[in-house]
Nanobody, 128 residues
Framework: QVQLVESGGGLVQPGGSLKLACEAS???????????MGWYRQAPGKQRELVAV???????TYADSVKGRFTISRDNAKNTVHLQMNSLKAEDTAVYYC???????????????????WGQGTQVTVSS
């Protein structure tokens, strides 16, 4: 029904950069408003944690550990969110998951529902 497709993960050396992308799409229905879009990550043996989130109005929240290094942005017309990651550290190694709070409408525009969706995850490995 709703898919969040992530891309951009990979292997990078410490101090390097990566840019993640996540696009929301829907089959049969159509997307209304996406209230918030964000990125979470989960390292081996650890709980999933918030990395960054951006609201429909453009307000952003970052984890303290990534402030000043990561930048989240979104393109509402394309239902896409990006995460620019600079000055990467070994401790940034994790599976990164896209998250979105999406309103779904029938093709005639009638409200169907709203819920939270997750992507399948993309691996980011920071290692020399």
């Amino acid at each position: 029904q709703v898919q969040l497709v992530e891309s951009g993960g990979g292997l990078v050396q410490p101090g390097g950069s990566l840019k993640l992308a996540c696009e929301a799409s829907v089959i049969i229905y159509r997307i209304g408003v996406i209230d918030s879009m964000g990125w979470y990550r989960q390292a081996p043996g650890k709980q999933r944690e918030l990395v960054a989130v951006i609201t429909n109005g453009g307000s952003t929240t970052y984890a303290d550990s990534v402030k000043g290094r990561f930048t989240i942005s979104r393109d509402n017309a394309k239902n896409t969110v990006h995460l620019q990651m600079n000055s990467l550290k070994a401790e940034d190694t994790a599976v990164y998951y896209c998250n979105a709070d999406i309103e779904i409408r029938y093709l005639n525009g009638t409200y169907k529902g709203q819920r939270e969706y997750w992507g399948q995850g993309t691996q980011v490995t920071v290692s020399s």
